[in-house]
């Protein structure tokens, strides 16, 4: 599986972007996605996951209520409509693939990642 972001950019504290994710691959649709973000300084954390199905989804505590992952297994591409951005937001985020029927917030449960996309916001 290959995965290409796209939709990073700058944009003001408050706004919105939406950031996507295409997969290449047969496996796509058996696999849970899943967006992880690393700032300057910091670890990659977790954003937020979907299951294969669309079903179950997780999502970090600091981006609740804002942030919404969504996932067209018909496109082979995930989604993260990230609303009333804040400047602590700004990172490379990065899409990934889980192993088939995994998700989660675990770095480990990825088999496959993509290159990253530059999100700042700024203040």
């Known amino acids: 599986v290959q995965l290409q972001a796209s939709g990073g950019g700058l944009v003001q504290a408050g706004g919105s972007l939406r950031l996507s994710c295409a997969a290449s691959?047969?496996?796509?649709?058996?696999?849970?996605t899943g967006w992880f973000r690393q700032a300057p300084g910091k670890e990659r954390e977790f954003v937020a996951a979907?299951?294969?199905?669309?079903?179950?989804?997780e999502y970090a505590d600091s981006v609740k209520g804002r942030f919404t992952i969504a996932r067209d297994n018909a496109k082979n591409t995930v989604y993260l409509q990230m609303s009333s951005l804040k400047p602590e937001d700004t990172a490379v985020y990065y899409c990934?693939?889980?192993?088939?029927?995994?998700?989660?917030?675990?770095?480990?449960?990825?088999?496959?990642w993509g290159q990253g996309t530059l999100v700042t916001v700024s203040s």
């Open positions: 990934a693939v889980s192993r088939p029927g995994i998700v989660g917030s675990s770095p480990s449960f990825y088999d496959y």
């Open positions: 691959g047969r496996s796509f649709s058996i696999r849970g």
């Open positions: 979907v299951s294969s199905s669309g079903v179950r989804i």
